[in-house]
């Protein structure tokens, strides 16, 4: 990748870093989310 | 008169069954041809495309830097219509995709700036350099971090939801500064070189995998955008419950 290479290596990284925290903490708040409601429906219909 | 008219889309889409209904069936082909895409785009970006004859291999930056720019206008673009919906057309489901879209933008913004500054370093000799198309860039960000804040403080959704649309609207001026700054200004930056009058001077074997890596990141976007749209109506679900435990349980306690 030529004299440059750990600026693209660095860059591309980076992306894969953001990005990979953004899908991680939406499914984790998805799952999270999911859970609590689930349990305040058993509790209502309980 | 028997057969009523069905409601537009957009207004069938106002009721959160409809819209969970709609995204339970869409995302995951979503997530299929974002991976595809991705998959495609990153083979090209390293395989297929060539390396630029003045700035060599570092032209590969290009491929996730320049995506990421579409993605943080647009969905500012997407944020703006949303905010037309909220004050506008009063859309149940408008602040509900402003609110998630919010993190999503402030990302791909960072991806921005991250990936340039990587970028410019070797071509320019600096970091960063307060041009115009770099600053409003980072304006953006700053407003990104603005509304995600503004939601965070004011608790109740609907007065949430106007103040953030009115910020939203009043950001928006900045979407033109960002894309006409390089043309406006002297800047460091280079002159649009894909969405220009005269069509892109880009050659065929690099716009390829740049539109497709374009793609994977608006596919991406619709993904994230379904799930966190999906999450922010559980999380509303789940305060309208924990409202109505609480005065059920004051009401007995009475």
Known sequence: MGQHGAFIVASYIATGVILGALVLASLLANRAAARTLAMLEKERSA | ???????????????????????????????????????????????????????????????????????????????????????????????????????????????CLITGSFWGKPMWGTWWEWDARLTSVLILFLIYLGIIALWRAIDDPLRGARAVAILTLVGAVNLPIIKFSVDWWYTLHQPASVFRMGGPTIHKSMLTPLFVMGLAYLLLYFVLLIIRMKTELMNRRIERLRIAAADHAARAGG
């Open chain 2, 1 to 111: 008169m028997e057969n009523a008219a069905k409601p537009a889309l957009w207004m069938r889409l106002a009721n959160p069954a409809a819209f969970n209904a709609l995204a339970d069936k869409l995302l995951w082909p979503l997530v299929i041809a974002c991976l595809a895409a991705f998959a495609y785009g990153l083979y090209g970006s390293f395989f297929t495309s060539p390396a630029d004859y003045q700035q060599g291999e570092t032209v590969r930056i290009m491929y996730i830097h320049v995506p990421a720019a579409w993605l943080a206008l647009f969905t500012y673009a997407g944020m703006s219509v949303s905010a037309l919906g909220t004050l506008v057309f009063r859309h149940p489901m408008a602040d509900v995709a402003q609110k998630a879209a919010a993190p999503i933008g402030a990302a791909f913004t960072l991806i």
